[in-house]
């Protein structure tokens, strides 16, 4: 369990941008090292290589005889990148927060989280109250993640690097992605016909320590049908099922 006092923490900005999973985790890696990585790959019958990125990703989720909410997989040539696995329980959208303290500037927001809820954007804040007041013993801590520039990408884990962009080479590529970098934050990344699959982030360079949580609403996941577009939920009828990750400075930047 984490160890932080909530009310330590500055407050959550939530940004516009969303990260849409069309059904299994997202990464989170930094964007020097998500060049190399290689998403879900298939054979010419459909089936998943159990030796490219997504299956070992899947497979450090779903370990034998268990499943996690996060764990972190090891990428590239040599594997020489680590990311982050969150499981964000199915095909939806997933709502990124980062804790602005005053006059913080660009790339200098030391806390951020991902939150997973099932009910309409912006019929309730029910969700985003939940997890960014969570207690430490509502988290549960799973280990430290790098971003020593300071550029955190976060993606439906499906996506391969290639999937963002028509690139000539690894080296076009990789320099097309850093570009992304220089734009202001956060920067929502593509694929044809699909939108908003990942974003690039600016936080703070430097280790990051990892808790995921997750609350059972006593009104559960789903708004029923009639009630998307009706009254507003009353503020003692206003609590719905959510999920997730948060990541917490620790000191920096990382050691390369």
Not at 190 to 202: I, P, S, Y
Request: glycine content about 12%; some cysteine.
């Amino acid at each position: 369990m984490s160890n932080e006092d909530p009310r330590s923490r500055p407050p959550y900005v939530w940004q516009s941008a969303q990260v849409n999973s069309l059904g299994g985790p997202l990464l989170v890696c930094g964007l020097d090292a998500f060049p190399d990585w290689g998403g879900a790959v298939h054979d010419t019958g459909g089936a998943l290589d159990p030796a490219c990125d997504y299956a070992r990703a899947w497979s450090a989720l779903h370990p034998d005889d268990d499943d996690l909410d996060a764990a972190f997989t090891g990428f590239g040539d040599h594997r020489q990148h680590t990311g982050l696995i969150w499981e964000m329980d199915g095909e939806g959208s997933a709502e990124i927060a980062r804790a602005r303290r005053p006059a913080t500037p660009a790339g200098g927001d030391d806390h951020f989280l991902i939150m997973r809820s099932w009910i309409p954007r912006g019929r309730t804040n029910a969700p985003r109250r939940r997890a960014a007041g969570a207690s430490p013993a509502e988290e549960q801590h799973v280990g430290e993640l790098e971003l020593p520039s300071g550029r955190a990408v976060v993606v439906w884990a499906a996506v391969n690097a290639d999937e963002t962009g028509s690139y000539a080479s690894a080296r076009e590529r990789a320099a097309s992605l850093k570009a992304l970098a220089r734009l202001n934050p956060p920067v929502p990344l593509h694929l044809d016909g699909q939108q908003g699959l990942g974003t690039v982030l600016w936080v703070r360079p430097g280790t990051y320590r990892v808790t995921c949580g997750w609350h059972q609403g006593t009104r559960g996941q789903y708004m029923p049908q009639e009630e998307p577009h009706g009254p507003a939920p009353s503020a003692t009828d206003d609590d719905w099922s959510c999920r997730w990750v948060r990541f917490t400075h620790r000191g920096g930047p990382a050691r390369a």
